[in-house]
């Protein structure tokens, strides 16, 4: 384990959160920190009280105004969000997992990976940069790698696109999406827009289907 890499579950749960509200550049609000960890505001306040004044701190935080990572607490989320994503890299291609099987077990083993463990599953799965659902796997010197990729929902016919990952947990949805053959690697291409409902019409391996923003906006993809 890496210096300052915090020692318990709750903790690193609250950074890896934090990490993924804040990415696209806005502070994490306790509000949306505790809908997503599913406990009360006021725990979360504590939480948060406690992992600033950590030496170093591990997380900003101003009253009314959210909660950002530090450099610290950046790369301590790093480490749990790369050890999450080799293990369901691991799990599907060396235990034969589905795509839709692999969070819950990932979520329960990522907390207990040592360093060693976690270099030897990389080495033994050719060091991969992408996890099953195309999430990039953040580096072993615990930075993240940059894409270029834009969400489905914003196409228009007749752009073409090829699918780079899906930011999506649900299991009911992967299936979904597995049926339809909309996963990494893909190509698709934008038949018809609707206007009105912001419904696409998407077609791919041949198959022709309409998505509508609930899907599409958690489909990335890389334009043609």
């Known amino acids: 384990m890496t210096k300052n ?3 318990t579950q709750s903790v690193q749960d609250y950074l890896k959160r934090i990490y993924d509200l804040t990415e696209g550049g806005c502070p994490a609000s306790t509000n949306d920190l505790a809908r997503e960890l599913k406990v009360k505001p ?5 939480m948060i009280q406690k992992l600033a004044a950590e030496k170093p701190a591990l997380v900003a935080y101003q009253k009314h105004q959210g909660v950002t990572l530090t450099p610290a607490g950046r790369r301590a989320a790093l480490e749990v969000i790369r050890h999450h994503r080799l293990l369901e890299t691991w799990l599907v291609q060396t235990l034969g997992y589905a795509w839709d099987e692999v969070h819950e077990e990932a979520e329960r083993l990522e907390h207990v990976v040592s ?5 030897r599953i990389a080495a033994a799965l050719g060091h991969p940069t992408r996890d099953p659902h195309g999430e990039l796997i953040p580096s072993e010197d615990l930075t993240m790698p940059t894409e270029d990729c834009t969400p489905l929902a914003a196409l228009r016919p007749p752009q073409t696109a090829t699918i ?3 930011s999506a947990h649900d299991t009911n949805l992967l299936r979904h999406l597995n049926s339809l053959g909309l996963t990494p690697g893909v ?3 934008i038949t018809e ?5 912001n419904n696409l019409t998407v077609k791919a391996n041949k198959k022709t289907t309409v998505l509508g923003l609930n899907i599409t906006t958690k489909i990335f993809v890389q334009t043609m």
């Open 5 to 7: 890499y915090p020692a």
């Open 42 to 46: 006021a725990s979360v306040t504590g």
């Open 115 to 119: 360093k060693d463990l976690e270099q």
């Open 164 to 166: 780079l990952r899906v």
């Open 187 to 189: 190509h698709v291409e």
């Open 193 to 197: 827009y609707s206007s009105f409902d």
